[in-house]
């Protein structure tokens, strides 16, 4: 069994008593090894736009301005990686980011990039994962994620009559598979996922949530897996976490985004940036019965 205390999962393993020998049972057959299907793989050779468009908006009072088309290089993709960036303009300037209620971010200095796979590449369930680093983490302010968004969600960008569901609902409910809040210090991580309490707006944040140390200037796998009607996070390929039942509170097709945020105004002493390697989606194959 497993506690939860302060967002850390403790694992306890229980000794049993001894029992007396039993007559073995028929050997049972070997179940068929679990295989995957890669449907989506990005290495970052290219900003490639049949995967991947910039997404403009300002959620979470964050102090950056998102921008677009690697502007003051918020988004390079240079030397087989991405790198997502939060950059000091040194002086304000206007922002065109708008809030979903309609509210134009204030004149800020910190540009931003931020992508999303929404209309390009979406699936439902199978296994999200990504190679990534964030170097010189604990910064204040600093706030980068990779996350999975339902893609019927209504924010911009809106190309397709069905993005009409507002978060957390499903259709857009939210999975975050990596988010580093560096007020919690450096080499750390949340993982969760967002219950959706059934309304617009409502959704709870820290009940489905595991924090985990990792050594973030250096690339870990960050991903997450159904597992029948369970949802599974792992870290290079290591379960850290494991929601009993939750797999089937996101049935709908997703996206992925990554995206480096700044949510406080503390001036920044070191670079903000997010190398992200690759990008991989995979499907799990049903084995064949004879």
């Known amino acids: 069994m497993a506690t939860h205390t302060g967002g850390w999962w403790i694992a306890l393993t229980v000794l049993g008593c001894h029992k007396p ?11 068929a090894p679990v295989t995957w299907q890669v449907d989506f793989f990005d290495d970052f050779d ?9 997404q403009i908006l300002w959620v979470n009072n964050e102090d950056q301005c998102y921008v677009r088309d690697n502007e ?31 509210e134009q971010h204030p004149d800020t200095q910190y540009v931003a990039g931020r992508i999303a796979s929404k209309n390009r590449q979406e699936f439902v369930k199978g296994r999200w994962t990504a190679r990534l680093r964030v170097p010189q983490s604990g910064q204040p302010g600093m706030f980068p994620a990779w996350w999975l968004l339902g893609a019927r969600n209504d924010e911009p960008p809106v190309e397709e009559p069905d993005e009409t569901v507002c978060w957390p609902l499903t259709g857009s409910g939210e999975i975050d598979i990596f988010e580093h809040h560096s007020d919690g210090g450096a080499d750390h991580y949340a993982a969760r996922a967002i219950e ?4 617009c707006d409502g959704g709870d944040w820290q009940s489905k949530m595991l924090v985990q140390q990792a050594t973030l200037g250096e690339y870990h796998e960050y991903a997450v897996e159904w597992e029948g009607a369970d949802l599974v996070f792992r870290q290079d390929g290591v379960e850290t976490f494991r929601g009993a039942r ?3 509170q996101f049935p709908e097709p997703l996206f992925a985004i990554l995206n480096f945020a700044k949510i406080s105004e503390a001036p920044m002493s070191q670079p903000f940036v997010m190398e992200v390697d690759w990008v991989r989606h995979e499907r799990r194959m049903v084995p064949r019965t004879e």
């Open 246 to 248: 939750l797999g089937d």
């Open 196 to 199: 959706s309490l059934g309304r």
């Open 21 to 31: 020998a039993v007559t073995p049972s028929p050997a049972m057959p070997t179940p």
């Open 72 to 102: 003051a290089e918020t988004r390079e993709v240079s030397e087989g990686t991405l790198k997502l960036r939060v950059v000091d303009l040194g002086e304000k300037r206007p922002c065109d980011n708008v809030s979903k209620h309609g």
């Open 46 to 54: 290219r900003f490639d736009e049949a995967n991947w468009q910039d």
